[in-house]
C-alpha cells in the first residue's frame, strides 16, 4: 500500500480547521472512505459531502444509521474497501463529538466539516473485497470455492 498526500482545496482544509477550533482542539480519529474513484477529484475540491445537504448529491449505498458520510474505523479499513471502484481509498481525520455516530466498525458523521481526507491509500488491490466489487461491476458469476 502506498499513501499519497490527498490534494484538498484550501476551502476544504480551513472548513475542517474552522471546525476542530470550535471543537476547542477535539479528539480526532481516523477513518477510511471507500468510493467510485471517479468521485476523488470532487472530494479533493469540495470536501466529503452529505448527500441532499446544499447539494444534488443522491444517497448511493444506503442511509442504514442516517442520512451522513460513512467511514470505517481504523481497524475496519476491509469495510470500506467493498465501497470502492478501484483500489484507491481515502484515509481520512474524523473530529469526534456528538454529531458522530459509532455503530461496530463503522462511523456516521453527520456534519461535513468533521471529515478531511488526509491521503489517498493506493495498492494492487485491496484482498477479496475489492475482487468481489470487480465482480459485481462487471456482473460475474461467483466462481465458487477454490480447492
Not at 19 to 37: E, Q, R, W
Not at 43 to 66: R, T
Not at 71 to 99: H, T, Y
Request: hydrophobic share 45%; charged share 15%; aromatic share 8%.
Amino acid at each position: 500500500v502506498e499513501l499519497h498526500a490527498a490534494p484538498v482545496s484550501h476551502v476544504v482544509q480551513r472548513r475542517f480547521m474552522t471546525c476542530f477550533a470550535k471543537h476547542n482542539a477535539g479528539f480526532i480519529s481516523p477513518g477510511f472512505h471507500g468510493t467510485d474513484v471517479n468521485n476523488h477529484r470532487s472530494i479533493f475540491q469540495h470536501g466529503l459531502l452529505i448527500p441532499g445537504d446544499g447539494n444534488k448529491l443522491k444517497v448511493v449505498h444506503g442511509e442504514a444509521y442516517g442520512r451522513g458520510i460513512y467511514a470505517a474505523k481504523v481497524n475496519a479499513a476491509w469495510l470500506s474497501s467493498g465501497f470502492c471502484s478501484a483500489p484507491r481509498m481515502l484515509v481520512c481525520a474524523v473530529i469526534q463529538s456528538p454529531a458522530v455516530l459509532h455503530h461496530r466498525d463503522a462511523m456516521v458523521i453527520f456534519n461535513a466539516a468533521q471529515v478531511v481526507p488526509l491521503f489517498e491509500a493506493t495498492a494492487q488491490a485491496f484482498g477479496g473485497h475489492f475482487i468481489d466489487r470487480v465482480m459485481q461491476t462487471k456482473k460475474l458469476k461467483d466462481p465458487g470455492p477454490v480447492a
